[in-house]
């Protein structure tokens, strides 16, 4: 599987960016999306996750109410739209993908996009 980030940039605080993940390759049984991301001299956090099977959600609370995950199945594309950026959302965004079966467990990863929201 192969994952690939795009929209990442410069944006003022209170403004948006879409970020998009596509997505290629052996794809089927893929039924857990998401974005994590990483600032500079922290760990790498969960953003928010999209599960196939039923469509719910996950959001962290630091972004709940902001950000939207979502996805094209016809694109095989996920995206994460961010609304009211802040500062601290300055990071590398990536994109995961997984597939989730019992107690088997195997995911992949994009090499992630940069999002710097300036004050």
């Known amino acids: 599987v192969h994952l690939v980030e795009s929209g990442g940039g410069l944006v003022q605080a209170g403004g948006s960016l879409r970020l998009s993940c596509a997505a290629s390759g052996e794809t089927f049984g893929i039924n857990v999306m998401g974005w994590y991301r990483q600032a500079p001299g922290k760990q790498r956090e969960l953003v928010a996750t999209f599960t196939s099977g039923d469509g719910t959600t996950y959001y962290a609370d630091s972004v709940k109410g902001r950000f939207t995950i979502f996805r094209d199945n016809a694109k095989n594309t996920m995206y994460l739209q961010m609304n009211s950026l802040k500062p601290e959302d300055t990071a590398v965004y990536y994109c995961?993908?997984?597939?989730?079966?019992?107690?088997?467990?195997?995911?992949?990863w994009g090499k992630g996009t940069l999002v710097t929201v300036s004050s």
């Open positions: 995961n993908a997984a597939i989730v079966a019992g107690d088997y467990g195997k995911d992949y």
